[in-house]
């Protein structure tokens, strides 16, 4: 089975800027995309971008204009630019994949911004 590896976290200070990358251990082009979600502590799991093969994308308002999602050519690997950090993106970052049935979720990677 697909395994999903998110790295690219850290400890940063507002203001800063961190890339997360995302690997999948096999094919995942029969599905429609990708897409990041974070868990903040005491809150649900929440989507915040997503990209498509098509090249299409979206964005949660609350990281609208601060980061971008992108694929490689192979689509195995997904990453999001994350600028303008604020203290609320405080999560872990996970990927997966866009289906209704998604993948085992990976462990996430730490996201940290201080303020």
């Known amino acids: 089975q697909v395994r999903l590896v998110e790295s690219g976290g850290g400890l940063v200070q507002a203001g800063g800027s961190l890339r997360l990358s995302c690997v999948a251990s096999g094919s995942i082009f029969n599905f429609n995309g990708m897409g990041w979600y974070r868990q903040a502590p005491g809150k649900q799991r929440e989507r915040i971008a997503l990209i498509t093969w098509a090249g299409s994308t979206n964005y949660a308002d609350s990281v609208q204009g601060r980061f971008t999602i992108s694929t490689d050519n192979a689509k195995n690997k997904v990453y999001l630019q994350m600028n303008s950090l604020k203290p609320e993106d405080t999560a872990v970052y996970y990927c997966?994949?866009?289906?209704?049935?998604?993948?085992?979720w990976g462990q996430g990677t730490q996201v940290t911004v201080s303020s």
């Open positions: 997966n994949v866009l289906s209704t049935n998604s993948l085992p």
